[in-house]
């Protein structure tokens, strides 16, 4: 017995054993990749923030629009007005544009963007 197990040691004990088949793996297997860094977090998609960013997006156009009219004279209104839709329109417009541009690239796939970037509430 001790013989024996001194045989598989070295590796003479796959003759001995000729119901067993051995074959060789595959090259392409054969990389050796770490498994850490293949590690892919499940991908949540946070629906409140792009909802939430496209209302800001909108609502920030919309006052910017009406911020131009007043100016303009298109619509009636008085002229200190125009100062307060402009500075609510960008407060509005900035993030709705920020992060709804994050969210439309993250759909697309493009590279260094995902929803990660995006906060989830």
């Known amino acids: 017995r001790e013989r024996e197990t001194e045989r598989e040691g070295r590796g003479e004990g796959m003759a001995e054993r000729p119901h067993v088949r051995y074959t060789s ?3 392409s297997d ?3 990749e770490d498994l850490r860094f293949k590690y892919t977090p499940l991908i949540r ?3 409140k923030s792009i909802a939430l ?3 800001l997006l909108l609502s920030g156009t919309f006052s910017l629009t009406a911020c131009y009219l007043i100016f ?3 619509m009636g209104g008085d002229s200190s007005q125009v100062y307060g839709f402009l500075t609510i329109g960008v407060l509005l417009f900035l993030p709705g544009f920020y ?3 994050i969210a439309y690239y993250s759909m697309r796939g493009a590279k260094g963007y995902s929803f990660s970037q995006i906060p989830d509430y």
């Open 25 to 27: 793996l595959p090259t």
């Open 99 to 101: 992060e709804t541009r």
């Open 53 to 55: 960013a496209l209302f």
């Open 30 to 32: 054969r990389v050796q």
């Open 45 to 47: 998609i946070p629906w």
């Open 72 to 74: 303009s004279g298109h």
